[in-house]
């Protein structure tokens, strides 16, 4: 985009202000629910149908609330990794629209990045 500043006001060209498309709506939330195997992971479906995942050791939790996580405001995942005495933990929340494939995408990175503890 060229500006030209010797002209006042906003100088940009038709080509630049091309409309995009987006991905929208919260698409298949199993591309979040399959990143999880049996042999680590606890896989709980509730009496609402929402879906809660908690790693064997009690650190890593994901909920998927398809209706809303009861007392918020639309809150439609909630991932949290609870920290140590050194270091804090985390959580991260996405709502009920934010597509699926972002939240993998966030899942898989925080996945990516744990390992077995040293004892």
């Known amino acids: 985009?060229?500006?030209?500043a010797d002209q006042p006001g906003l100088s940009t060209t038709v080509e630049s202000l091309r409309l995009r498309t987006w991905r929208l709506g919260p698409g298949w939330p199993s591309l979040v629910t399959d990143l999880f195997g049996d042999e680590d992971f606890h896989v709980i479906v509730d009496?609402?149908?929402d879906v809660h995942i908690a790693s064997q050791d009690g650190r890593f939790y994901l909920g998927w609330?398809?209706?809303g996580?009861?007392?918020t405001d639309g809150e439609g995942w909630k991932l949290a990794v609870t920290g140590t005495a050194e270091v804090s933990g985390?959580?991260?929340t996405f709502d009920t629209e934010t597509p699926a494939e972002?939240?993998?995408a966030t899942v898989a990175s925080v996945l990516a990045g744990s390992r077995p503890a040293r004892c």
């Open 90 to 92: 985390y959580s991260i």
């Open 65 to 67: 609330f398809p209706d």
């Open 69 to 71: 996580r009861p007392g």
């Open 102 to 104: 972002i939240v993998a």
């Open 1 to 4: 985009m060229a500006v030209d």
């Open 47 to 49: 009496d609402r149908e």
